[in-house]
């Protein structure tokens, strides 16, 4: 192998340890944002519920309104009845006072449905409310757990391309520049820098053509695969 390309190599171990760190920090912001979905989620559901509840409330004192608005017309109708003398007015008043009756009940009944179902949705909110603040606090642990974890890999991932920036200053400009030149070739999948296994380049898998294996026997320091453009070294 070429003397030369060793420091190459140690900067794409440099390279390598960046991406993992990068990923582990990017894999880490996904799992916060599904973490943060679920809290949002969790807290639309109780306040769903909460709202539903309300809705039920609102409609059980509009019932309430209603029924005493029948009461009240009820006890004119009474009143207007006792004055009456005529038989025909009478009998009239009589059948407004008995369809009001009857929408009375009609009110009062849908006023228990309402309240009847007003007592299970207490009871369903009070669960919900219970678990909801008990999922909140374990997503919120594990929010903390996970969020101490990403700044100690931010750390790393600090520390792990300060070690590139000083890697890149031991390698000769020209050799640097094809590195970098390859990676953005590759869209910064690595290797940049590979070994040749039999006649086989071991970035593409393919096989390197018969003149490119001689160079490198002749050791030279900068050997590319014909397929892919990656630099090659053997280990002969
Ligand atoms: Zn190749």
């Known amino acids: 192998m070429n003397e030369a390309l060793k420091p190459l190599l140690a900067l794409q171990e440099c390279d390598k340890h960046v991406d993992l760190c990068q990923r582990e920090v990017d894999e880490l912001g996904k799992d916060l944002e599904r973490l943060q979905a679920r809290k949002h989620l969790a807290k639309k559901t109780f306040e769903d519920a909460q709202k539903a509840f309300s809705e039920l409330e609102a409609k059980r004192r509009n019932f309430a309104s209603e029924t005493k608005n029948q009461e009240d017309v009820l006890i004119k109708q009474k009143t207007r009845q006792s004055s009456l003398k005529k038989q025909e007015e009478y009998n009239a008043s009589a059948l407004e006072i008995q369809a009001t009756q009857a929408q009375l009940r009609q009110l ?121 453009g990656r630099i090659l070294y053997h280990c002969y």
């Open 108 to 228: 009062e009944d849908q006023e228990l449905n309402v309240l009847l179902e007003l007592d299970v949705q207490k009871a369903q909110l009070k669960a919900i409310e219970t678990e909801t603040q008990a999922h909140l606090k374990e997503l919120d642990d594990t929010l903390l757990v996970l969020q101490e974890r990403r700044t100690q890999h931010t750390l790393q991932l600090k520390t792990a391309k300060e070690l590139l920036e000083n890697a890149q200053k031991h390698i000769p400009a020209a050799l640097l520049s094809d590195y970098l030149r390859i990676k953005k070739l590759t869209n910064g999948r690595l290797p940049v820098i590979c070994q040749l296994e039999g006649e086989y380049c071991r970035g593409c898998q393919l096989k390197v053509s018969r003149e490119i294996i001689s160079l490198l026997f002749l050791n030279k320091e900068r050997v590319h695969c014909d397929q892919c």
